[in-house]
């Protein structure tokens, strides 16, 4: 099962949500891999402290001129809806940044004077975690994933594309998505059998909520929802996502002690009860509905 942990603003909680269920469900002994796709600035390897074993280049492809064969003609500029391109001048300029990569600008140069050339736009790194309580187990079930952009991309979405290449065969695959409701948030959750979106209970939080919500229904995925740091002003946000008909998993309470075991480098799923049996809840849940999942595509490959 593939489930993205999102949420319709940044500071939520949604890595903290994500990076303890994912070792919820591996201590359970389930084979797990968490997915860091907030490659603009990825911090799940803060909370879960990974071994990194391999890392690779994420490459793309954008344009070169060769001058001498060139025509101006602007065939590639009039293609290009990004103004990746432009014949100016007499002269024909490149932004790599703004090149989305489809290749239209070389195919339809008369001289053939343009080439498709990689860079590197960013890094994809790969482990392991230890799950354990005392983080020393030999063999770890947690697999780890992140991505990191190179300072000054424009775009981050090839990048998460890449990243989700390293999904393997694992029971259960984490994708902690970047915050808002824009394109890398829609590449991030693609393929998902379910968003679990991470919200707070504030003015602010209920807003983004709701943007982020009219932004997967129209990507139809299932929804459900979280709601962390839980208090006295959770009322709409519970009213909103039973309006909305989305199932509310769990409300983690607002507990100083949180942030007091991290500021120590311990997780909140070991050094607070309360904290872990939410998330313990959360992980029942997933199970019930891997479940009934299962049992519906079990009900129409019979049909």
Known sequence: MRIAIASGKGGTGKTTVATNLALAAARRGLRVAYFDCDVEEPNGHLFLRPRIDASRAALRLHPRVDESKCTHCDQCGAICQFSAIVCIGGQVLVYPELCHGCGGC????????????????????????????????????????????????????????????????????????????????????????????????????????????????????????????????????????????????AAIADDRRVAQAYSRGELALDAVPAFRQAIEAVLDRLSSADRKQSRTESEAARR
């Open 106 to 249: 070389a195919r339809v140069c008369p001289p053939g004077a343009i080439a498709e050339v990689e860079r590197q736009i960013g890094v994809v790194e790969t482990g392991s975690v230890h799950a354990g309580a005392d983080r020393a187990e030999a063999d770890a079930p947690l697999r780890f994933a992140q991505g990191t952009l190179r300072i000054g991309e424009a775009m981050s979405t090839p990048l998460i594309r890449q990243l989700k290449e390293e999904l393997g065969g694992e029971e259960l695959a984490i994708f902690d998505c970047p915050p808002g409701a824009s394109c890398p948030v829609i590449e991030s959750v693609r393929g998902a059998d379910l968003v679990l979106l991470v919200a707070e209970p504030t003015p602010f939080g209920l807003n983004d909520l709701g943007l982020a919500v009219e932004t997967l229904e129209a990507v139809g995925l299932p929804m459900a929802a979280v709601i962390n740091r839980a208090g006295e002003n959770e009322e709409k946000t519970r009213a909103f996502c039973a309006a909305k008909n989305i199932p509310l998993w």
